[in-house]
Structure formats: structure tokens, C-alpha cells
């Protein structure tokens, strides 16, 4: 069974600055990953995914993989207020299932 | 109108009760799951199918069934309702060529 460990947080951060938001996951072997966002009360939605090694940059979003560390993080640069939600951290198993971390708080300070 | 769309979207029932939670999507995705969603522990999987004849337990279907009318209709039930039981449910479906999953509104369930 593969686990994904975030920490829950919150994770307070001033308007303007880079929020870092990490997650390690136990499988070895697993390939994808993505990130979610869940405003309070509503459902999660994408925001980014990443399969390989490396950075994957979109807009003011950057997913980071570091498969030997099993450590996938997710940058968010120029924080902005409306960016305060839960971010869910997932690994992808097999037949199209999500393995959810329990989710880190952030919470952006105007 | 939603993509996917969850009914009821609150609920409260007591013990013993049997309870229905309805999901329907336009999306035209094959895949689709039921998620449990309680503070401090993420989602866990419930159930999933793969099409109509494909249906699959998740982690904690313990207490859940479901159904799968046709493509577009997925319902998880509660035979037996429990206290512990008590969460926000989630009904998704997947999109094969994004890796995508696309949730419903949720279900908020409260067993008294």
C-alpha cells in the first residue's frame, strides 16, 4: 500500500513570497504525482502534475521530483491571499488511482 | 451545470439508516470513484470502476457498496449508517488522457 506523508501545516506565509509546500511518498517504483488545491468547503482541482525527475514550471507554479529522495515539492512564487487553501499531494497507482496525502495548510498573509 | 455532479449535497441520517449518495457526469469518462474525505487524514478510496461490469474495492470499503447504472451513474450506499461514517464524500471521474481526476461538489454526511 503506498503512503504519502505531507505536513498538515499550516503553513503561514507573507503575500509576495515563495510558498513551499512538500511531500515524500514510500513507493520507489511510482512514477506520477500531482498536486491538488481544495479551497475550504469545495472540491480538489489540479493544479499541476509531474512524471519526471526534475522541475515542471507552470505560471507561478513549479513541481519539483527528486525520485531518489521519493520527495516531490510544490513552489508557489509571489503568493497571493487567494491562494490560501489545502494542498493534497497524490501518487498515482496502479489502474488510475490516487493515493492522497492528508494535505498542508497554507495560508498567505496580505 | 456541473461536470459531475453529486446528490444529496448534505444529509443527515441516524444510525441504522440505509443511505444512498448519487453521482452522475457528463464527461464521458469510464472511470469513475467514490473518496471519503475527513479532517486531518486526505481522501481514501472507497470504491472505483472501470466501466459498468468493472467494479473494484478501494482501502476502506468496509460498510459501502455501490452500483454502477450505466457510464454516466456511479452510487455508493450505506446499508447499515454509522457514526463513524460521518464525512464529506467525493465522486470522481478520470480522464485517461490528462491523468486528470475530476470531483463532484461532494456529499456531506452526517450519521446522528
Known amino acids: 500500500q503506498k503512503e504519502v506523508e505531507q505536513n498538515s501545516g499550516p503553513l503561514s506565509v507573507p503575500e509576495g513570497a515563495i510558498a513551499s509546500l512538500n511531500c515524500t511518498y514510500s513507493d520507489r517504483g511510482s512514477q506520477s504525482f500531482f498536486w491538488y488545491r481544495q479551497y475550504s468547503g469545495k472540491s480538489p482541482e489540479l493544479i499541476m502534475f509531474i512524471y519526471s525527475n526534475g522541475d515542471k514550471e507552470d505560471g507561478r507554479f513549479t513541481a519539483q521530483l527528486n525520485k531518489a529522495s521519493q520527495y516531490v515539492s510544490l513552489l508557489i512564487r509571489d503568493s497571493q491571499p487567494s491562494d490560501s487553501a489545502t494542498y493534497l499531494c497524490?501518487?498515482?497507482?496502479?489502474?488510475?488511482?490516487?493515493?492522497f496525502g492528508a494535505g498542508t495548510i497554507l495560508r498567505v498573509k496580505s | 451545470d456541473a461536470d459531475v455532479t453529486q446528490t444529496p449535497r448534505n444529509r443527515i441520517t441516524k444510525t441504522g439508516k440505509r443511505i444512498m449518495l448519487e453521482c452522475s457526469q457528463t464527461k464521458g469518462h469510464d472511470r469513475m470513484y467514490w473518496y471519503r474525505q475527513d479532517p486531518g487524514l486526505g481522501l481514501q478510496l472507497i470504491y472505483y470502476?472501470?466501466?459498468?461490469?468493472?467494479?473494484n474495492k478501494g482501502e476502506i470499503s468496509d460498510g459501502y457498496s455501490v452500483s454502477r447504472q450505466a457510464q454516466a451513474k456511479f452510487s455508493l450506499s450505506l446499508e447499515s449508517a454509522i457514526p463513524n461514517q460521518t464525512a464529506l464524500y467525493f465522486c470522481?471521474?478520470?480522464?485517461?488522457?490528462?491523468?486528470?481526476?475530476?470531483f463532484g461538489e461532494g456529499s456531506r454526511l452526517t450519521v446522528l
Open positions: 470502476s472501470f466501466d459498468v461490469k468493472d467494479i
Open positions: 497524490a501518487d498515482m497507482e496502479y489502474g488510475n488511482k490516487l493515493v
Open positions: 470522481a471521474t478520470f480522464d485517461g488522457n490528462t491523468g486528470e481526476l475530476f
